[in-house]
């Protein structure tokens, strides 16, 4: 068992959000550099201007240095590069990328060390898992520059969103942490907990009823936020409870979602309840790419943060309004480098005439693949975003949530040989921790997972919906 997580579990409210505020303040000190994300945002506030020609240039410099850096300083790309005859120095064009193979997530797997700069993690690197939209997480190394060159183009995005402050906004978050213990569930239970250092109030997303809401929307109401982030799914069912309630929402400047789908009704949605825009962002945990919207609701790849490709079945780029996957060359992370990886979602390419806020950044009209299901638990409420359940666990090659009636949950996985009872346990109580303890888990190991019609996966699916509330769909 966890130490902090018991100690955080039976700690007073009041302590409880020192705890929070205290692990706010070593998140700023240790990832991030207060003073180079001024510098970075302010290069990128300039850069977003340039023409396509400046971009590709800047692009093609760029790509040289990394490959460069690469072929002498990583062993996986020494070996590959080696073995395929390649040459930095050849490269030419940015088509000339093409050249390297397609990265998949099993050789990243097979050999995690092998993508580390000089072969191995540092001290003073910062150990992340991803998620995995499929169940199938990886551990991320990233060191305080490269963490906080990743987080510029978020603060790009927040100056585009019109915020007084990017880098340190007054905001509401609706993300996946577990912040109110189980057993401390009555009528009263606060379900928020406050980061000073990071202005923040962080709210559960695991606790969302038509009993609960009226308390969230008071408490925002309260803090007064100039921006709303996190999970179209926890805000879009605070935005419906609050109008079947008729309750008065607050009005921040924005509100900026990311982790799921955002579908253009839900956008409809939530930009009415809160009387605001909504600015949707694309980031995937292990530092691959980077989208978000503009300010007129269009979604523009970043290209100072990496070559995006988005490509057909034969390896081909796609032609605009063709569906296709999303494979990413990342300039921000030099500790654990990844070239032209299959990131595991797909993107529909956008037009290519110059969108209306007059940035000549790529385009695209969505980005697809992450279709989860947003599940009704009895005794907690909407409960969304299922993939951080697997953050740090092994041995699971791919997984599936099923949510076959208002008590039952079936867990599907693909497990790899070292799969063992230490794992499921694991697995079973972080799930737990979702979703409490009145829902049954069943934890089935299978061959294959089957697809949708259209070759999707979809990592949460529920079979009861006609059991949710009413406000659980338009």
């Known amino acids: 068992m966890d130490f902090r997580k018991t100690l955080y579990d039976r700690s007073p409210l009041l302590l409880q959000n020192l705890m929070v505020s205290a692990q706010g303040f070593l998140f700023n000190r240790k990832r991030w550099d207060v003073k180079l994300a001024r ?45 395929e005859a390649i040459r930095p120095d050849e490269i030419k064009s940015l088509q000339d990328l093409r050249r390297v193979p397609l990265l998949e997530k099993s050789a990243i797997r097979r050999e995690p060390q092998g993508f580390l700069l000089s072969g191995k993690p540092h001290r003073s690197w910062t150990r992340l898992f991803t998620s995995g939209t ?59 907990r406050k980061n000073v250092p990071g202005n923040a109030l962080l709210m559960s997303t695991t606790h969302l009823s038509q009993e609960t809401v009226p308390r969230y929307v008071e408490a925002m109401k309260r803090f007064e936020p100039e921006l709303i982030d996190g999970y179209p799914s926890a805000i879009l069912i605070v935005a419906r409870i609050s109008g079947s309630l008729g309750l008065e929402l607050p009005k921040p400047l924005a509100v900026i979602t990311s982790a799921e789908t955002l579908f253009s009704e ?10 605001c825009r909504v600015f949707n962002q ?4 292990d530092t691959g790419a980077f989208m978000c919207d503009c300010e007129h609701g269009h979604l523009h790849i970043n290209p100072e943060f990496g070559i995006c490709e988005v490509l057909d079945p034969e390896g081909k780029p796609v032609s605009a309004g063709q569906e296709g996957e999303i494979v990413a060359t990342s300039f921000c992370n ?76 079936r867990v599907r996985l693909i497990p790899d040989p070292t799969w063992d009872r230490y794992a499921e346990d694991l697995l079973v109580g972080h799930l737990r921790e979702k979703v409490g303890h009145t829902v049954a888990i069943r934890v089935e190991s299978v061959r294959e997972i089957p697809r949708g019609p259209n070759g999707k996966f979809r990592s949460v699916i529920s079979l009861c919906k006609d059991d949710y509330p009413g406000v659980a769909s338009s």
Not at 154 to 183: C, H, K, Y
Not at 266 to 275: G, K, L, V
Not at 282 to 285: L, M
Not at 376 to 383: E, H, K, Q, T, W
């Open 134 to 192: 499929t169940g199938s997480p990886l551990d991320l190394f990233i060191s305080r520059e490269s963490f906080t060159r990743v987080w510029s183009f978020v603060f790009r995005l927040r100056s585009w969103a019109g915020l007084s402050d990017p880098i340190f906004p007054r905001r509401v978050q609706f993300t996946g942490r577990n912040i109110v213990p189980d057993d401390k569930i009555t009528d009263t239970t606060v379900f928020w």
């Open 266 to 275: 839900d956008r409809r949605e939530i930009e009415s309840a809160f009387n």
């Open 334 to 409: 030099r500790e654990q480098v990844f070239i032209r990886y299959k990131i595991g979602d797909s993107a529909v390419a956008g037009p290519t005439d110059t969108c209306e806020c007059g940035r000549k950044m790529p385009r695209v009209d969505a980005v697809t693949g992450r279709l989860d299901d947003t599940l009704y638990i009895p005794d907690r409420g909407f409960v969304g975003r299922f993939d951080p359940i697997f953050k740090g666990l092994r041995g699971i090659y791919e997984a599936q949530i099923i949510h076959e009636s208002p008590n039952l949950l």
């Open 282 to 285: 694309y980031a995937s945990s």
């Open 39 to 83: 510098e970075l945002l302010a290069q990128l506030s300039e850069s977003q201007w340039w023409d396509r020609e400046r971009f590709d240039a800047h692009q093609l410099e760029r790509l040289r240095e990394h490959l460069t850096y690469a072929a002498t300083e990583v062993p996986y790309y020494r070996e590959l590069f080696r073995k």
